[in-house]
């Protein structure tokens, strides 16, 4: 978990669009490993979706930022530099409760 101006930043990780529910119908589950298989295929094949849409991030309680893998990736590399320089800093602007935009 990293800080970013006063706010806990946790990733919302990317989901599966479509998942096969547990069961067939209830009570009568999936034969071993068709289900697994199924999930693999619409993954690769429908994509993934994410709760926080792109180029934002999702402020919670007002001291936590919720943010997508990309840019939490981008945020910590930000973070790990030692000395920012204005061209880093510019990239990413906050606007109300942390909402994160790519300033390009």
């Keep these: 978990m990293m800080q970013l101006g006063g706010l806990r930043v946790i990733v919302s990780p990317d989901r599966p669009r479509y998942v096969l529910p547990d069961e067939v119908i209830p009570g009568v589950p999936w034969p071993p490993g068709l289900r697994d298989e199924i999930n693999a295929w619409s ?13 934002r991030g999702l402020c919670l309680n007002g001291d936590t930022m919720l943010v997508r893998p990309e840019q939490y990736a981008a945020l910590k590399k930000l973070a790990e530099v030692k000395a920012y320089d204005d061209a880093d800093v510019a990239r990413y602007r ?9 300033a390009y």
């Design 43 to 55: 993954a690769s094949f429908l994509g993934t979706w994410n709760v926080v849409p792109e180029g």
């Design 94 to 102: 906050f606007t109300d409760c942390g909402h994160l935009r790519p």
